[in-house]
């Protein structure tokens, strides 16, 4: 996935700083759509993943107008429901600006948003 840094991904935009440079939570965004692409090898009918940890090391700044490119790589097959994935950001220049790991967790899709509704009173 790539993606060019525009003025609403910047950490001042997002309140996440001060400084007009690739936020950190706009770039764990991207790191985390990367991930969701990836594990849709390992889902069935009826299923999705969700975020369950994010491990990240954001190592230099990004300026708007440059691009990044995000690659997600599962580190192995899905153990139980769980899923890790490795995660990388390269800006145009090559340089590694990010990197880690996320993991997800599969579920059932109607399952978890049942549990996500509001409970609703006994009448």
């Keep these: 996935m790539r993606y060019e840094v525009v003025e609403s991904d ?7 700083g001060d400084v007009p440079v690739l936020s950190t939570p706009r770039l764990i965004a991207w790191m985390e759509a990367a991930t969701v692409t990836c594990a849709a090898s390992f889902i069935g009918a009826g299923q999705t993943t969700v975020g369950t940890a994010v491990r990240i090391e954001h190592r230099g700044p ?6 990044v490119e995000i690659a997600a790589e599962p580190q192995a097959a899905a153990v139980g ?14 340089k590694v600006v990010a990197s880690g790991e ?11 948003l049942a549990a996500a509704s509001p409970a609703k009173p006994d009448r």
């Design 81 to 94: 429901h769980r899923l890790t994935f490795t995660v990388r950001a390269t800006d145009s220049s090559g």
């Design 10 to 16: 910047t950490a001042t935009a997002l309140g996440s």
């Design 102 to 112: 996320i993991d997800r967790a599969i579920v059932d899709r109607d399952r978890f």
């Design 62 to 67: 990004t300026p708007v107008g440059a691009t």
